[in-house]
Every structure is written in structure tokens, then in C-alpha cells.
């Protein structure tokens, strides 16, 4: 399984933007997409999941502003964030879990949020 995650860019405080993640190879094994975020100097954190079948978990940070959501037919998970902050800088990954619980993760792409 591999992923290609794409997106990132830079955003004044309030912007948008749209994150997307392809995955290929395996892809029938897919379970679990989330997106996790590393800020430089923090441990990376979990941003937003969704399950196999639609179920959707964020961090308390960003609910009410970034939406997760995946297309099983192109294999593809997507993360809508909305109403920026400069707290929201940071380097994004694409991360999948399949149905035997492995991980694999995306290569990241950096969001920085002006102030």
C-alpha cells in the first residue's frame, strides 16, 4: 500500500484549504484513513478519521472546522480545513490502517497558516 498526500501550501489566518491522499496497491485491505499533523517541536497528533463505513472522529482542536472525508471508489481521503490558524501550521500525514491492522503512512505535506 502506498500513499501520496497533496495540498499543502501557505494560507493567511482564516483561509482554506483541501487535502487529499491517494492510496494504491492494495487498496481492497483499506480500513482506517486518518490525517495526522506534526508541528516542529510537538509530537504528531491525530486531526481526523474515518472508518471503512463513514464514521468520522476529530481532535477537539479542529472540530467544527476541518471535515474528513474519503471516496472508496478512487481510493482517495480528503481533509477540508476551513477557518485557519496559525496553531494549525504544521507538516500533515496521510495514514491508513488496513483490515489486519497494519499502518502505513503518506510522505506529509506542510500547511503553514500566516498570521
Known amino acids: 500500500v502506498q500513499l501520496q498526500a497533496s495540498g499543502g501550501g501557505l494560507v493567511q489566518t482564516g483561509g482554506s484549504l483541501t487535502l487529499s491522499c491517494v492510496v494504491s496497491g492494495n487498496t481492497f485491505r483499506i480500513n482506517v484513513m486518518d490525517w495526522y499533523r506534526q508541528a516542529p517541536g510537538k509530537q504528531r497528533e491525530l486531526v481526523a478519521g474515518i472508518s471503512r463505513g463513514g464514521s468520522t472522529n476529530y481532535a477537539d482542536s479542529v472540530k467544527g472546522r476541518f471535515t474528513i472525508s474519503r471516496d472508496n471508489v478512487k481510493n482517495t481521503a480528503y481533509l477540508q480545513m476551513s477557518s485557519l490558524k496559525p496553531e494549525d501550521t504544521a507538516v500533515y500525514y496521510c495514514?491508513?490502517?488496513?483490515?489486519?491492522?497494519?499502518?502505513?503512512w503518506g510522505q506529509g505535506t506542510l500547511v503553514t497558516v500566516s498570521s
Open positions: 495514514h491508513v490502517k488496513d483490515l489486519a491492522s497494519w499502518d502505513y
